[in-house]
Every structure is written in structure tokens, then in C-alpha cells.
């Protein structure tokens, strides 16, 4: 009656492997380590940076733990925070010979001391919340006005383009700040353009004035439609921010608005906050232009003349200098996707660009008017800028799918098009406030929070025992159980526990325990009715189930409304409570009867079970059932 068949045993003994094996990560605790990565993005971590490093600690008689290349970073993990400042400073020193010009970016971090072993398992610990492992708090102030500037400027070129496909002539198109101004040498050519203005541009609002002899069309953009721009800024940003966050490989970010034109940043277990600043900053853009073809120009890439008036000097990536002009023709703005491939023809790596309806047509109309010329694409990164590649246009290019090849390896095929496809910041940010929370404010936040989940399990066990004698200790070690399966969990889903998140296992802990009450005061209840002691556990099992599922239901769906409306700390008590729920189902049920089979089912004549006092209402007395 009461005994489980084999492959349900088989099934808890599983769970206990797994859930210990990916609960046991967090128990090693984190190092104090030095991270190693590359700023620009022709500028690679590579063996010889590693050997570097590990000279520079050599000279320096600093005795890593550990120095490992990791992808694009090394970690150099140590056992002391102070050898840990020790290292920084030296690794600096080597390899940022010119801090007005780094290569490199040394930052102070934080890394898991899980064994080898383990993490060849992919048992990695959970991730901590900014309130557990300390980290950079940023509050970044977005530039609006910047932003519906630089659309005003979009605008103005997409006018200049329309106003010529119509063939509609004018005297200058200028823009002044967020206002485009077009003059006209009659009236009839600017009604017309009225017209088109109307059709094309909604966005714009225009007013006719008149220019001396000639007659003027100022155009601006319209309330509504620079609430609208202001808003895409701010979700552009945003959306550009996680990109480039995720990428370099910050664990859980937090990027959140605030207000009408603020972010929020929190970057948990980044100490350095020059290296977040770094983060941050390090969006790449892509612009298109045409090669300055004159004489001057070639005269200026010799070295022996000066940039002429209209164009400027940027270098490609083997450093030789070529003249391009300002103005551009396509922006990052105008791609849809960015992947590395490699030369159907060559078998060069490749930077495959899709763009936009927009930017399709404006490629296919440049490259059929410049046969024969050259035209750069450039890369600008924290404000420099440098030629990927400046090739010669054989063909009008249509389709919207543009190719970028040219002395490039697999590796900067691919980061050149992890750095487009992160996008452009759509207006420019200023950190307004900036907040560092050291890794000892976190330890004891972690300490105090362990100490109430700790002391609540004790509490509950020991009342559970006194109570429910044996069965209270079977409840206790599911309730164990479920602590440990809910912290395996959690690190297989690699989610952020934050001190709401540790409330939230504290309350755990209570409601799990709240099952085995119904279960054991059920058995009681049978007992009480004359049941036999095999009869009772099995008939307690069954019918507790059901007001133990309808319990847990209701409350899971309050959990899933949390999480699905709640933000912030919200959230992170949402996914504790809300997998809490599920993993105490599955120990307060199934394990826990699993324990009572294999300790009672065994026993064919089982006269008493030890499950403390039954009382018997109607007579008042007192059966000590042991």
C-alpha cells in the first residue's frame, strides 16, 4: 500500500544528485580578481597579452591563484584584495603605457571559486543582485534636444533626395538647429514643394516666408511627432545599452527608465567604475562616404599638402591615411543587421550588411552615380574613427545587402559586426549620478540574509520535530530538500538573488513546511477514526493532495502577477516566491512520501507511527501514537 516502485526512488535519488551538484557552486564563495580586456576593436586579447600579464605580475612578485584567457578577457584571480590592488596597478602600468590613449582596460572584479570540475559540469553559482555583491549604480541623463536635432538633419538630407527625385528645383536647403530652411526663386516651384512636404513629411510643420527676391519654406517638427522622436531616443538608448552590456559579458544588468528623458544602470559585481564608465561608452556607428578623389586630397594622404576645405583624414586599419569627404551618405542608423561570413569568392572574412528600405535605395542611387570611385566605410568607436575598408564601387549595388571585406581576420569580422549590430546611441547620455557599493556592504548582506533563511529553518524544524515527533523529521529533511532543489534551481536558470529574493526563500521556507501540516494533521485525523497506521498514511497522502494544490495554485498565480506587473525588486521576490511554490509541491509531496514508504511501507504489521499527540475530541483523551 505504502511503498513507491523502484523508478520513483530512482527519480528522487536523481533530483538529489542534480540539485546537489548545481547548489554546491554557491557554497565556494567569489576571489578578488583583475579582468583584462580590449578597448578598441583592433586591439585583441590574445596569448601575448597573457604573457604580459603574467611578466608584469612575475616583476611585480605577485602570486596569482590563477591567469586565464576567457575569450576576449584574462581573469587573474588572487587570494587577497589587497594583492588584487597590487596587480591592477602593475597589469596597468604594462599595459597602458599612455593613459590618454589605453589599449586595454584593467578592471577590478569579482570571480566564482568553483573547482574545474564543476564547472565543466556548467554548475555555475547564481548571480547576485547589486545589494549582495556590491557593483556600479548609474543614473544617466539623456540629451533630447540632441536627439530631435539629429533626426532634424536626417530629415534634411531625406528632403534634399526627395525634392530631386521630383526634380523640383530650389535655391539651398540649410538647417538651422531643429528647423530646415529651403529657398525658392518662385512661388510655383515652392508650392510644389509644399505639396511634397505635405505628402512625404508629416512629421514636418512649415511656414512660407518671404527672402528678399527669393521666397523661403521653413520647416520644423511637429509637437506630437517630437514627443514620439523623444521617446524612440530614450528606447534606441536603452535597447543600444543592453546590447553592448550583454556583449561584453556583465552578468544581469539592470537598465531601467526613469522618468521622461533618465536611465538607470546597475551593473552588479563591477568594482572598477572607470570600467563601467568604459561600458557604457563603448557604442560603435558606421557612416558611408566617398573618398575624396582630388588632387589635394591625394596630395594630403602623401603627407604634402593639406586636407582640403569639405573633407578629413582618417586612417585605415594597416595606418595609411585616406581623405574622405564629410558628408554622409549612409549611417548606422539605416541597418537592420550586421554578421561575420566569409567571400563566396576569396574566402576572406566578410562583415555582411542588410539595410533598411531607406538605406537601399539611397546605397543603389550613390553607387550608380560613382562607378569607377572609391567610397569608405567608416567605424567610429568612443569618438575616433578609422576606414574599415575603402573599396572601389564596380557596380551599382542594390537589394539592400552590402558585403565588407578587406584585410580583416574571423575574429575582427566578428567583432565588427557585434559592434554595428549593438547599434548607435540615438542621443547622447551624462552620468548625473554615480554610486559605488563595495563587495563588504555585500558580504554582510549576504550574511544577514543567510542568517534569517538559516535561523527560519531551524525554527521550523525544531517545532516540526517536537510536534510531529518522527514525521516532523521526515518533514524537516523535505523541507531541506526543497531549500537545496530551489537553490539548484536557481543557478541552472542563472537568475539574480537579491536580498528581496532571500526574503522570498525565507518565506519559502514557511509555506513548503505549511503541506506537510495538512498531510500529518490528516494522517492524525484517520488515526483518530480508527484507521489502521498503513491505511492513515496512505488515505493522508491522498486526500491532502488536493487542498495542498489548490493552496499552492492560488498562490502561484498572485506570484505570476508579480511577476508580470512588477519591476525591480518586485520581480526578484516574484521568481523566488513563484519557483518556491513549485519545487515545495514536489518535496512536500512526492519526496517526503518517498521517505515515509521507505521507512514504513517496509513494515508489514505496523502497529503505531510516531507522529506525536492524537487527541480524541469526544473523549477528551489522549493517544501517544509512536
Not at 124 to 153: C, I, N, W
Not at 338 to 366: H, M, S, Y
Not at 566 to 583: E, K, Y
Amino acid at each position: 500500500m505504502n511503498r513507491y516502485p523502484v523508478w520513483k526512488y530512482v527519480v528522487i535519488l536523481i533530483a538529489m544528485v542534480v540539485a546537489g551538484l548545481y547548489a554546491l557552486p554557491n557554497f565556494f564563495g567569489e576571489s578578488p580578481a583583475v579582468q583584462v580586456s580590449s578597448i578598441k576593436t583592433l586591439v585583441k586579447v590574445d596569448a601575448s597579452t597573457l604573457a604580459q600579464v603574467e611578466a608584469a605580475l612575475t616583476s611585480a612578485a605577485i602570486e596569482p591563484d590563477q591567469v586565464v584567457l576567457e575569450g576576449a578577457s584574462i581573469k587573474i584571480r588572487l587570494s587577497t584584495t589587497d594583492a588584487q590592488l597590487k596587480a591592477k596597478d602593475a597589469i596597468q602600468k604594462a599595459l597602458v603605457p599612455d593613459p590618454t590613449n589605453p589599449n586595454f582596460v584593467v578592471a577590478l572584479n569579482l570571480v566564482s571559486r568553483s573547482p574545474a570540475w564543476l564547472t565543466a559540469l556548467h554548475a555555475s553559482p547564481m548571480y547576485l543582485g547589486l545589494d549582495l555583491r556590491g557593483g556600479v549604480h548609474f543614473m544617466l541623463q539623456v540629451d533630447m534636444q540632441a536627439a530631435l536635432t539629429k533626426r532634424a538633419e536626417s530629415l534634411a538630407g531625406d528632403v534634399r533626395t526627395t525634392l530631386r527625385e521630383k526634380n523640383i528645383r530650389h535655391s539651398g536647403i540649410s538647417r538651422e538647429g531643429q528647423t530646415i530652411e529651403v529657398k525658392f526663386r518662385d512661388t510655383a516651384t515652392m508650392a510644389a514643394a509644399q505639396a511634397v512636404f505635405q505628402d512625404q513629411f508629416t512629421d514636418l510643420q512649415t511656414v512660407e516666408t518671404a527672402d528678399g527676391t527669393d521666397f523661403k519654406l521653413t520647416a520644423s517638427i511637429k509637437s506630437d511627432a517630437a514627443r514620439r522622436i523623444q521617446d524612440q531616443a530614450l528606447k534606441q538608448n536603452i535597447t543600444t545599452l543592453h546590447n553592448r552590456i550583454n556583449e561584453l559579458g556583465v552578468a544581469e544588468p539592470v537598465i531601467q527608465q526613469q522618468g521622461l528623458d533618465r536611465i538607470v544602470v546597475q551593473l552588479p559585481g563591477v568594482q572598477d567604475t572607470a570600467k563601467a564608465k568604459d561600458i557604457l561608452g563603448r557604442t560603435a556607428t558606421l557612416e558611408v562616404r566617398m573618398v575624396d578623389e582630388s588632387a589635394e586630397a591625394r596630395a594630403a594622404e602623401a603627407g604634402t599638402g593639406m586636407v582640403p576645405l569639405g573633407s578629413e583624414r582618417y586612417l585605415e586599419r594597416d595606418g595609411q591615411p585616406v581623405i574622405v569627404k564629410k558628408q554622409v551618405i549612409l549611417t548606422g542608423e539605416n541597418l537592420t543587421d550586421a554578421q561575420p561570413g566569409f567571400d563566396g569568392q576569396t574566402q576572406e572574412p566578410t562583415v555582411n550588411l542588410n539595410l533598411d528600405a531607406k538605406g537601399t535605395r539611397i546605397f543603389r542611387d550613390v553607387t550608380r552615380e560613382n562607378v569607377g570611385k572609391r567610397m569608405a566605410i567608416l567605424l567610429f568607436e568612443k569618438g575616433k574613427g578609422e576606414v574599415v575598408t575603402a573599396p572601389v564601387i564596380r557596380d551599382e549595388i542594390g537589394g539592400g545587402r552590402v558585403q565588407i571585406s578587406g584585410r580583416m581576420t574571423t575574429m575582427e569580422a566578428n567583432d565588427t559586426s557585434l559592434l554595428l549590430r549593438s547599434g548607435s546611441l540615438a542621443a547622447p547620455m551624462e552620468i548625473i549620478e554615480e554610486t559605488t557599493i563595495g563587495p563588504s556592504l555585500g558580504a554582510e548582506n549576504i550574511a544577514k540574509g543567510f542568517n534569517s533563511v538559516t535561523w527560519g529553518f531551524l525554527a521550523v524544524a525544531v517545532f516540526m520535530c517536537l510536534y510531529y515527533m518522527l514525521f516532523g523529521v521526515f518533514s524537516s529533511v523535505a523541507l531541506a530538500f526543497n531549500l537545496l532543489l530551489l537553490v539548484a534551481v536557481l543557478s541552472m536558470l542563472q537568475a539574480t538573488l537579491t536580498l528581496p529574493g532571500m526574503a522570498a526563500m525565507a518565506l519559502v521556507l514557511g509555506m513548503a513546511i505549511d503541506a506537510n501540516v495538512l498531510i500529518n494533521e490528516r494522517i492524525r485525523e484517520e488515526l483518530r477514526g480508527g484507521a489502521s497506521a498503513q491505511a492513515a498514511i496512505h488515505t493522508g497522502y491522498e486526500r491532502a493532495w488536493a487542498t495542498i494544490f489548490d493552496s499552492n495554485i492560488t498562490t502561484l498565480i498572485a506570484g505570476l502577477a508579480l511577476l508580470a506587473f512588477g519591476s525591480g525588486p518586485v520581480r526578484g521576490f516574484a521568481v523566488v516566491h513563484c519557483l518556491g511554490i513549485m519545487t515545495s509541491m514536489f518535496s512536500g509531496v512526492f519526496f517526503s512520501r518517498g521517505v515515509v514508504n521507505f521507512w514504513y511501507g517496509r513494515k508489514n504489521r505496523l502497529k503505531t507511527v510516531s507522529i506525536g499527540t492524537i487527541w480524541r475530541p469526544d473523549s477528551g483523551t489522549a493517544i501517544k501514537a509512536k
